[in-house]
């Protein structure tokens, strides 16, 4: 739920109309355009895994493709 009282404190003397119309830079936009396409938060790497430990499933993706076969123990020499 929205706490009211803080957010009301955060956003105190906030010129909004400046705010909103004011531009984004290109990396910003990049970024939001990329994740938004992936499905994915645009968020801090502490923020997500608080996220993820609250919910219990994972947000951020996985690496791309087939894990790497382990390389099997050396084996022992016979004699």
């Known amino acids: 739920m929205l706490d009211l009282e803080a957010w009301n404190d955060l956003v105190r003397g906030v010129n909004w109309k400046e705010m909103l119309t004011e531009g984004d830079d290109k990396e ?3 970024a939001l355009r990329l994740n ?3 499905g994915r938060l ?3 790497d502490s923020f997500l895994s608080k996220l993820e430990h609250t919910l219990g499933r994972r947000l951020r993706p996985l690496p791309v493709g087939r894990p790497r076969k382990q390389k099997p123990e050396t084996r022992k ?3």
Do not use: I, P
Request: net charge positive; no cysteine; aromatic share 0%.
């Open 28 to 30: 910003t936009l990049a």
């Open 77 to 79: 020499k016979r004699k």
């Open 36 to 38: 938004a396409q992936a």
């Open 42 to 44: 645009l968020a801090r």
